[in-house]
């Protein structure tokens, strides 16, 4: 049962990698710009919902020659997804809550694309996936063989977005609304497997963006006050804090 799982989390997570390039192409933008709706060569993003859903490839303009692709690249994005979904149904088993975590999992890595190209995560996305997340929860809580607890994940959820509000009014250049804002779903999702989960993949996220600040700091490609996206750090703190929770709670 758990390898099916696996199977169709790969599956799962490798179909929805190879749309997320276009979207992250698309809200890859400045703040006060609009979402990009042409590629690099200046031709409409057509297909479907307003050309948000497709592959990240432009047939071309009226002359016929296609342009190459753009955004991050397919395969490594579909690669990456696939894994991490394969990873949360490997841990978690069937349990209701892989459902959440499958459905969460492509958006989470939108907004580390996101943030990675211009140090940004949208409330378009961090927003509905703290709501999304939180309802998801309250139903498998309804469901039998659930491993988590859902008041305590809508308590982690404001906890862990009050520590990082600390940080950002602490040190605002360093910690982004963003971060807030993210760490509200990051938190709730952690907060399933208890306190002990949250506090560990929230941490680890912070020590993750530590060592990539500090590994740059020796390898002299950044200074002391250089920005670091920490939307990849917290989401890769939150997958670790998950993995282990759902492994405990088998």
Do not use: Q
């Amino acid at each position: 049962m758990r390898l099916l799982l696996v199977v169709v989390a790969v599956l799962w997570g490798a179909g929805t990698g190879l749309l997320l390039p276009r979207a992250a192409y698309r809200f890859s933008v400045e703040p006060e710009e609009p979402w990009a709706a042409r590629c690099p060569a200046g031709h409409p993003l057509t297909g479907a919902f307003c050309g948000w859903l497709g592959l990240a490839r432009c047939p071309g303009g009226a002359d016929g020659t296609a342009c190459p692709p753009y955004g991050p690249r397919t395969v490594t994005v579909a690669t990456v997804t696939a894994l991490v979904c394969a990873a949360l149904a490997a841990a978690t088993g069937a349990r209701p809550e892989l459902a959440v975590w499958l459905s969460a999992a492509p958006v989470a890595v939108l907004l580390a694309l996101v943030d990675l190209r211009v140090h940004r995560l949208p409330d378009v996305l961090t927003l509905p996936l703290a709501v999304a997340t939180a309802a998801l929860l309250g139903v498998a809580a309804l469901l039998p063989g659930d491993g988590g607890s859902w008041p305590i994940a809508l308590l982690g959820g404001l906890a862990l977005c009050a520590a990082y509000l600390v940080l950002h009014w602490i040190n605002p250049a360093g910690m982004g609304p963003g971060d807030v804002k993210v760490a509200l779903g990051l938190g709730v999702a952690l907060g399933w497997y208890g306190w002990a989960v949250l506090v560990t993949g929230g941490f680890a996220g912070v020590l993750f963006g530590a060592v990539y600040g500090v590994g740059l700091l020796i390898l002299r490609r950044a200074g002391r006050k250089t920005p670091i996206p920490m939307g990849p750090f917290m989401i890769a703190g939150t997958f670790t804090g998950l993995l282990l929770g759902a492994l405990a709670a088998s």
